[in-house]
């Protein structure tokens, strides 16, 4: 067991429905402390970067429409092997096959929609944090 951190964002459709506070119960709950946290307007061209990874699949031109359509929360999380944890607490990425009590069974509305974005490594983690806060804006949080 080590101490790690991940990334999340609670997107624009949990935004949307005022269920800010309930994700991120569920995420301290949990076991996660958020450590950094930002509202942001993702522009279209951060959503097509963020998700490059995705490019080629199908469904990237909606997840890009759908990241920008209304303003997320970014934040880097840490606890024990924070990116299974986090991934955990989220539940499956289509809400209907996600178990009982989890982010996306609780707030997600679609495959599409599902209300928060984790990272799926400890290495995808560290990029997708950079994406958003520098070392010394993470240096000036700490507790
Ligand atoms: P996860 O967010 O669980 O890591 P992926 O990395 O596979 O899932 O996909 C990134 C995001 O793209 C998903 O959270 C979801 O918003 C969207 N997405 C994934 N698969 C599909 C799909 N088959 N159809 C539409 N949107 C999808
Ligand atoms: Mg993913």
């Known amino acids: 067991?080590?101490?790690?951190?991940?990334?999340?964002?609670?997107?624009?459709?949990?935004?949307?429905?005022?269920?800010?506070?309930?994700?991120?119960?569920?995420?301290?709950?949990?076991?996660?402390?958020?450590?950094?946290?930002?509202?942001?307007?993702?522009?279209?061209?951060?959503?097509?970067?963020?998700?490059?990874?995705?490019?080629?699949?199908?469904?990237?031109?909606?997840?890009?429409?759908?990241?920008t359509e209304g303003p997320v929360v970014v934040q880097v999380l840490e606890g024990e092997n924070a990116v299974l944890k986090n991934r955990e607490i989220m539940g499956a990425t289509n809400p209907e096959k996600a178990d009982g009590g989890t982010i996306r069974k609780l707030f997600g509305t679609n495959i599409e929609r599902n209300a928060v974005h984790g990272s799926d490594a400890p290495e995808t983690a560290a990029q997708e944090i950079a994406f958003f806060f520098s070392g010394s804006e993470l240096a000036t949080l700490q507790r």
């Open 1 to 67: 067991m080590s101490i790690e951190r991940t990334f999340s964002i609670i997107k624009p459709d949990a935004v949307k429905k005022n269920a800010i506070g309930g994700v991120v119960a569920r995420l301290e709950e949990g076991g996660l402390r958020v450590v950094a946290s930002r509202m942001v307007r993702l522009t279209e061209q951060q959503a097509r970067a963020f998700y490059a990874v995705h490019k080629d699949r199908p469904f990237y031109g909606d997840l890009v429409k759908l990241m």
